[in-house]
């Protein structure tokens, strides 16, 4: 099995998973734009313009990874850091969607609901120190690509 065909699925998983997070940046837009104002409203728009940034950057990882491996084929380092920084923004594109959906969907007083709102603050640790780590880790690889590493451990 050639390595092309293992990257792929990654590629596209995380593509998936950033238009997941840029659905949920909308979806965040959606109730900001009613006429309630104040700092609620623009709390929400805030979270939304920095979970669809976070979610672009990480379709763009998934982007530079897919062109990458079709028209270079590299190894080495510059691979696995392309291969991980997608991979951890892809991550981090879902994690916001996935933090607020535990407690929005959920009954209040259950036990989904309950674990939803303990988890909301490491969740969106996570998903912050996610989304940096695979930014630069993406870019670390891509420094790689342009300054010709391409074989070796």
Do not use: C, K, Q
């Amino acid at each position: 099995m050639r390595a092309i065909t293992r990257i792929h699925p990654i590629a596209v998983g995380s593509a998936l998973l950033s238009l997941t997070g840029l659905g949920f940046a909308g979806y965040l837009l959606v109730p900001a734009g009613s006429s309630s104002g104040g700092i609620v409203a623009g709390f929400a728009v805030a979270l939304a313009l920095v979970v669809g940034t976070t979610s672009l950057v990480a379709f763009g990882e998934a982007v530079l990874l897919a062109v990458t491996v079709n028209r270079s084929d590299p190894e080495g380092w510059p691979r696995r850091l392309l291969l991980a920084g997608t991979a951890a923004g892809g991550l981090s594109s879902v994690l916001p969607p996935l933090a607020m959906g535990l407690t929005f969907v959920t009954e209040r007083g259950t036990a989904l609901n309950t674990l939803g709102y303990r988890a909301l603050a490491p969740l969106f640790g996570a998903w912050l120190v996610l989304a940096v780590v695979g930014f630069l880790v993406t870019v670390a690889g891509a420094a790689g690509l342009s300054a010709g590493v391409s074989r070796g451990n």
